[in-house]
């Protein structure tokens, strides 16, 4: 019994959800001494057509939505004012070249740390949803194919 309990409890503890919005696999890279900024990765799916609007965090003074394209083999990063979300499709943030950075820092991120997480989703009927989500921190020695990292 306790295992079943430990095990809903992981999966809980892996995936947070709003009524129309999953948030699944929130993860971080520990920091190295010095460091003021780091990438947050996770999935997000939306049930209904929505964008991601906002993200806060307490550990940082300020939280980023970022794109990279690339322009004529030069890698440009910018921050967003939000990304969409289609309807029923996972948008994977950190992998896909948009991603989540968490700037000046107030404390280094520590594996087996979690960082906490509001993002705000925004509907086309303009309603809008909080998710609260725990990004788990890995070893700084995480390999990137493990948690991809963007250097800021």
Known sequence: MRYAIAIVMLFCAAQAWAENVVVSDASARATAPGQESAAIRFSITSKKEARLMAIVSPV???????????DNGVMKMRAIEFLPLPAGK????????NHVMLLNLKNPLKAGDSVPLTITVEFADKH?????????????????????????
């Open 60 to 70: 940082a003074g300020a939280v980023e939505i970022h794109s990279m394209t690339h």
């Open 128 to 152: 809008k949803e909080k998710i609260n989500v725990n990004a788990e921190v890995k070893p700084l020695t995480a390999s990137r194919n493990e948690h991809e990292h963007h250097n800021h």
């Open 90 to 97: 996972m948008v994977k943030l950190g992998v896909s070249g």
